[in-house]
């Protein structure tokens, strides 16, 4: 699977983007999809998890309530919605995809087999 992120760019506090995340292949249904986050300086976290079919969704606690994942499997794609954006969103935005664990373990992530590049999202004050 190959993964293309798009959609950052910058924005002031209070507002939103919505980045979406391309997949390749024919078996995207199969796939749990997430999104990461690295701001400058740190690791790697996790932001929000969708399964394969849409039905179950998780998140990091920093974006609940104001994140939206979602994906549509007819055009191979995950969304992700931010409203309420913060500074401290402020991060280069990964998309991965696995199919071997369940939701337990989304916010691992040592699970994810193909990640995308990467889309850089600026918040501004």
């Known amino acids: 699977v190959q993964l293309q992120a798009s959609g950052g760019g910058l924005v002031q506090a209070g507002g939103f983007l919505r980045l979406s995340c391309a997949a390749s292949?024919?078996?995207?249904?199969?796939?749990?999809m997430g999104w990461f986050r690295q701001a400058p300086g740190k690791g790697r976290a996790f932001v929000a998890a969708?399964?394969?079919?849409?039905?179950?969704?998780s998140y990091a606690d920093s974006v609940k309530g104001r994140f939206t994942i979602s994906r549509d499997n007819a055009n191979n794609t995950v969304y992700l919605l931010m409203n309420s954006l913060k500074p401290e969103d402020t991060a280069v935005y990964y998309c991965?995809?696995?199919?071997?664990?369940?939701?337990?373990?989304?916010?691992?992530?040592?699970?994810?087999?193909?990640w995308g590049q990467g889309t850089q999202v600026t918040v501004s004050s």
């Open positions: 991965a995809a696995e199919r071997h664990y369940g939701s337990t373990y989304y916010s691992r992530e040592t699970i994810y087999e193909f």
């Open positions: 292949g024919r078996t995207f249904s199969s796939y749990v």
């Open positions: 969708i399964s394969g079919g849409g039905g179950t969704t």
